[in-house]
């Protein structure tokens, strides 16, 4: 992703398309994600997109507690060198990992937290979206905010 990037766009953990890539977000979610990304204008290039888990979990299960913290570094270093004034949370692993708290995506997303100084919006999961349409209110308003917060902060 972009270096430079405001927004930085945290995933749960590449599947297979992102695995046989090398890069995160380029299947079907991914293709919702640059869309949601668009809503707000911005381009793909703009944002730096990653996940909190870097290798792929075998048949796409639940990231484990010890895959989270043996790859947070990572992330943590990512940020650092990024230094985004937003990270758009995508789903339950992302938000829970980076907020530290086992509460409910449902009642994390489209509030703002902070993960080091750098303000932490939740949504839910663009997959998740693909098998729940009816979600994509919510995540049309928490992208807004996202919006609202880079604005505020340009
Ligand atoms: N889902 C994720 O969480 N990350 C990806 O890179 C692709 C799908």
Do not use: M
């Amino acid at each position: 992703g972009n270096p430079n990037a405001s927004l930085v766009c945290v995933g749960e953990a590449p599947g297979r398309e992102e695995d046989l890539a090398g890069e995160p977000f380029v299947g079907e979610a991914g293709q919702l994600l640059t869309r949601i990304v668009n809503a707000i204008q911005l381009r793909r290039e703009d944002v730096y997109i990653t996940n909190v888990i870097k290798c792929r979990p075998p048949n796409n299960r639940d990231p484990k507690p010890q895959e989270i913290k043996a790859c947070f570094p990572f992330l943590q270093s990512q940020l650092q060198v990024v230094r985004p004034s937003i990270i758009c949370a995508l789903g339950r692993c992302a938000a829970q990992s980076l907020l530290r708290t086992t509460e409910r995506i449902s009642r994390l997303r489209g509030k703002i937290f902070e993960f080091q100084k750098i303000k932490v919006v939740p949504t839910f999961h663009p997959a998740s979206l693909l098998r729940n349409p009816q979600w994509k209110r919510d995540v049309w308003q928490d992208i807004q905010l996202v919006h609202k917060l880079l604005e505020e902060n340009t």
